[in-house]
């Protein structure tokens, strides 16, 4: 294989952001870590046919949906953008081979197909609609990623409710069911609330290449002012699917969990109040920030589930 060959494979492995790959299995093992049965009472918590951990089927779902679906998805948007200036987890994207948008598309199909025969009907399910999403966000025929508000609720079904729904089913081999769509939509709303703040920082190059976004649209005050808004919706649904499942105690677990959800709100109050004298670089240590934020969301929950 010629040396050109082999930079075109290494540029479209980085271009499916293997940095990215951590956050997203700690969310995906959250989900997993909600449908795995706690006793409450004396008896055992409906979270689904969960004996078992089936270490190879969560493998299998971990490569379908952290590389091979989100993987995919981010170099198929990067196929079309053709950054040259940082974008997250990537500081200097490098030039996307010509054949990067075929070849992701290809690899999402090709997940949503191994997640059909190996891990269960539900998981295929989600992960073949997020493919769909996928495509329908970043290809110029469509580009949601260009539509004020389609951007947002494509992220809000894709990354975090289908994240958390596609941990569920993985481990459960069906749909959440009960209390278990509080914590799906809790996600679901928690990612639309950092959203806009992954695009506060690149607002100028989007203006550039004329892509009106949800935050070139609002502008970034009026973006913050939706993220806290989705944030509380969000914090108040996870706390509702803890409560219906009757993990809200005078414990320990349960005020932490109310600490990471109140600290992400405060923090976007500040970005909010400091947002108009802060640089882009600034704005983009925030958005890092707010990840740091979410991964104490995510340990407190499953603590507050696991050991509550």
């Given at each position: 294989m010629s040396l050109l060959r082999w930079q075109q494979l290494r540029d479209a492995f980085v271009l499916t952001r293997p940095a990215q790959w951590p956050i997203l299995s700690a969310q995906l093992a959250v989900g997993m870590a909600l449908a795995w049965p706690v006793t409450q009472a004396g008896s055992v918590t409906q979270a689904g046919p969960v004996t078992q951990m089936n270490w190879p089927l969560l493998a299998i779902a971990w490569l379908v949906w952290v590389v091979m679906l989100n993987g995919g998805t981010l170099a198929f948007n990067s196929a079309y953008d053709q950054d040259t200036g940082p974008i997250a987890h990537l500081v200097a994207p490098p030039q996307p081979p010509y054949w990067l948008a075929a070849g992701s598309l290809l690899m999402m199909n090709l997940g949503a197909l191994l997640g059909y025969l190996f891990v269960a009907t539900a998981f295929g399910l989600v992960t073949s609609a997020c493919v769909v999403l996928s495509v329908m966000y970043s290809h110029p025929a469509v580009r949601l990623k260009a539509k004020p508000g389609w951007d947002l609720m494509v992220n809000i079904f894709g990354y975090g409710a289908g994240t958390t729904l596609a941990g569920i089913s993985a481990m459960t081999g069906q749909a959440p069911h009960g209390g278990q769509w509080w914590f799906v939509a809790g996600f679901g709303l928690l990612f639309g609330s950092f959203y806009p703040l992954s695009q506060?920082?690149?607002?100028?190059?989007?203006?550039?290449?004329?892509?009106?976004?949800?935050?070139?649209?609002?502008?970034?005050?009026?973006?913050?002012?939706?993220?806290?808004?989705?944030?509380?919706?969000?914090?108040?649904?996870?706390?509702?699917?803890?409560?219906?499942?009757?993990?809200?105690?005078?414990?320990?677990?349960?005020?932490?969990?109310?600490?990471?959800?109140?600290?992400?709100?405060?923090?976007?109050?500040?970005?909010?109040?400091?947002?108009?004298?802060?640089?882009?670089?600034?704005?983009?240590?925030?958005?890092?920030?707010?990840?740091?934020?979410?991964?104490?969301?995510?340990?407190?929950?499953?603590?507050v589930w696991l050991l509550g």
């Amino acid at each position: 294989m010629s040396l050109l060959r082999w930079q075109q494979l290494r540029d479209a492995f980085v271009l499916t952001r293997p940095a990215q790959w951590p956050i997203l299995s700690a969310q995906l093992a959250v989900g997993m870590a909600l449908a795995w049965p706690v006793t409450q009472a004396g008896s055992v918590t409906q979270a689904g046919p969960v004996t078992q951990m089936n270490w190879p089927l969560l493998a299998i779902a971990w490569l379908v949906w952290v590389v091979m679906l989100n993987g995919g998805t981010l170099a198929f948007n990067s196929a079309y953008d053709q950054d040259t200036g940082p974008i997250a987890h990537l500081v200097a994207p490098p030039q996307p081979p010509y054949w990067l948008a075929a070849g992701s598309l290809l690899m999402m199909n090709l997940g949503a197909l191994l997640g059909y025969l190996f891990v269960a009907t539900a998981f295929g399910l989600v992960t073949s609609a997020c493919v769909v999403l996928s495509v329908m966000y970043s290809h110029p025929a469509v580009r949601l990623k260009a539509k004020p508000g389609w951007d947002l609720m494509v992220n809000i079904f894709g990354y975090g409710a289908g994240t958390t729904l596609a941990g569920i089913s993985a481990m459960t081999g069906q749909a959440p069911h009960g209390g278990q769509w509080w914590f799906v939509a809790g996600f679901g709303l928690l990612f639309g609330s950092f959203y806009p703040l992954s695009q506060i920082y690149q607002t100028e190059a989007d203006r550039a290449r004329g892509d009106r976004t949800l935050t070139t649209a609002l502008g970034v005050r009026r973006s913050l002012i939706l993220s806290i808004i989705l944030g509380l919706l969000g914090g108040t649904a996870i706390w509702r699917g803890c409560a219906l499942a009757g993990k809200i105690s005078p414990d320990l677990w349960p005020w932490l969990l109310v600490l990471s959800l109140s600290v992400w709100c405060l923090h976007l109050v500040w970005w909010w109040w400091q947002a108009e004298v802060w640089s882009p670089a600034r704005h983009e240590r925030s958005m890092y920030r707010a990840l740091g934020i979410w991964a104490a969301i995510d340990a407190s929950l499953t603590a507050v589930w696991l050991l509550g």
